[in-house]
Nanobody, 128 residues
Framework: QVRLVESGGGSVQDGASLRLSCTNSGASFYFYMYTTAWFRQAPGKEREFVAAVSQGGETTDYADFAKDRFTIIRDKDKYSVYIDMNALKPEDTATYFC???????????????????WGQGTQVAVSS
């Protein structure tokens, strides 16, 4: 019944910006109870942590590669989480996953296996 759905991916050129969105298709009114994060998986690579936002949206955590270019936002009114990605590079090409978990402490885990709920992913391709 809890199903995370990502959207907003696409093919862009080096230096472009994208906003990826995540919503809970089955339980939007409970979405604020989750620590929510974004992971990504490039072709041939393991999944890696990108950013996380706390249940209330007050605090955020970023991977080093993301901290100066990406912004994770929780919109509690819309029961959604976004990630704004700026100055995209070819190395950002990956499938991006929205993930959620109710058991995280802060700062949250950066291990994919520690998150219970996963979306299907949205693909981002950055060409040079």
């Amino acid at each position: 019944q809890v199903r995370l759905v990502e959207s907003g991916g696409g093919s862009v050129q080096d230096g472009a910006s994208l906003r990826l969105s995540c919503t809970n298709s089955g339980a939007s009114f409970y979405f604020y109870m989750y620590t929510t994060a974004w992971f990504r998986q490039a072709p041939g690579k393991e999944r890696e942590f990108v950013a996380a936002v706390s249940q209330g949206g007050e605090t955020t955590d970023y991977a080093d590669f993301a901290k100066d270019r990406f912004t994770i936002i929780r919109d509690k009114d819309k029961y959604s989480v976004y990630i704004d990605m700026n100055a995209l590079k070819p190395e950002d090409t990956a499938t991006y996953f929205c993930v959620g978990d109710t058991t995280q402490t802060w700062p949250p885990s950066r291990r994919p296996n520690d998150y219970e709920y996963w979306g299907q992913g949205t693909q981002v391709a950055v060409s040079s």
